[in-house]
C-alpha cells in the first residue's frame, strides 16, 4: 500500500529541507505546495498569478485551486508509491480533502511529523536562506552554506532569496500558520498520527528522528 507522510510545522522550520533528505533516503515524491506554486509563478500561468497575490503578503492561497493541484500532483506515477507532503495541507478543509483523495488511490496518512522551533530561530533562519531558480534546493548562509556563495551545489543553478523572506512578511506568516494550520496538530493527534520533532537540533539529527519515526510507523 502507498505511504504518505504529512510534515507539519511553522515556516522556516525545516519542512522543505526534511522533505528533500528523507525523500532521497525512502524513494517517496517530495511533494511541497510552495514549490508547485513557484513554478507556476515563474511559468506565469493563470494559477501562478492568483498564488502571488496571495504569497507576496503571507496568506494563504484559496483551498479549492489548492486541493486541485496537489490532486492532480499526486495523480502522477512517480506518486505511486506515495509521497512526503511537505506544505499540504494547512488547514482543517485541506485535510478532509486529502483524507477523501488518498482514499481514492487507496491509501492514508500514515504518520505526521510535526516539526518545531521558537519563534526566533525562524525569523533568523529564513533571514538567511537561499533557495535554487532551478529546483527549489535549500540553502542557509549561516547553517548550511553552498561550496560557492550564490551558486547551488546540486545543479549549478543561481540563488536567491525569496520575496516573502523579509521579516515582517515571516511574521506574518506565523500568524497565519498558528490561526490556520495549528488545528491539524489536535486532529492529527487525535488520530494516533502525530509525532513530535524537536526542530532546534541540527539538520542531520532532525533526519535521523524523522527516519525513525517513519520506521516505527510500517
Ligand atoms: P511554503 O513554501 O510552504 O513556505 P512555508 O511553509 O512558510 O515554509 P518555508 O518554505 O518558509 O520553510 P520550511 O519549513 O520549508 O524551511 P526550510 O527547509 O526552507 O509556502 C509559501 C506560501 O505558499 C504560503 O505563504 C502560501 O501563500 C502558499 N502556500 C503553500 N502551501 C499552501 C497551502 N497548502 N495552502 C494555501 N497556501 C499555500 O528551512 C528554512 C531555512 O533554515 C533554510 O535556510 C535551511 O537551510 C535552514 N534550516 C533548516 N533546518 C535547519 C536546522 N535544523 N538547523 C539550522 N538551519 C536549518
Ligand atoms: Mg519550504
Not at 14 to 23: E, I, M, V, Y
Not at 91 to 118: C, D, K, R, Y
Not at 143 to 157: A, N, Q, R
Request: charge should be neutral; aromatic fraction near 6%.
Amino acid at each position: 500500500m502507498a505511504k504518505y507522510i504529512v510534515l507539519l510545522g511553522p515556516p522556516g522550520v525545516g519542512k522543505g529541507t526534511q522533505a528533500s533528505r528523507l525523500s532521497r533516503r525512502t524513494g517517496l515524491a517530495h511533494i511541497s505546495s510552495g514549490d508547485l506554486f513557484r513554478e507556476n509563478i515563474k511559468k506565469q500561468t493563470e494559477l501562478g498569478k492568483l498564488a502571488q497575490t496571495y504569497m507576496n503578503k503571507g496568506d494563504l492561497v484559496p483551498d479549492d485551486v489548492t486541493i486541485a493541484m496537489i490532486k492532480d500532483r499526486l495523480s502522477r506515477p512517480d506518486c505511486k508509491a506515495g509521497a512526503i507532503l511537505d506544505g499540504f495541507p494547512r488547514t482543517p478543509a485541506q485535510a478532509e480533502a486529502l483524507e477523501v483523495m488518498l482514499s481514492g488511490f487507496n491509501g492514508q496518512v500514515n504518520v505526521v511529523p510535526l516539526i518545531n522551533a521558537q519563534q526566533d530561530v525562524l525569523v533568523d533562519r529564513l533571514g538567511g536562506r537561499w533557495t535554487c531558480r532551478a529546483s527549489g534546493h535549500i540553502f542557509n548562509e549561516k547553517f548550511s552554506p553552498p561550496k560557492e556563495s550564490g551558486v547551488c551545489d546540486f545543479d549549478g543553478s543561481e540563488l536567491y532569496q525569496r520575496d516573502d523572506d523579509k521579516a515582517e512578511t515571516v511574521k506574518y506568516r506565523i500568524v497565519v500558520y498558528m490561526e490556520q494550520t495549528t488545528p491539524l496538530i489536535a486532529h492529527y493527534r487525535e488520530l494516533g498520527k502525530l509525532v513530535e520533532i524537536n526542530g532546534m537540533q541540527s539538520i542531520e539529527r532532525v533526519t535521523q528522528e524523522l527516519m525513525d519515526a517513519l520506521k516505527n510507523e510500517s
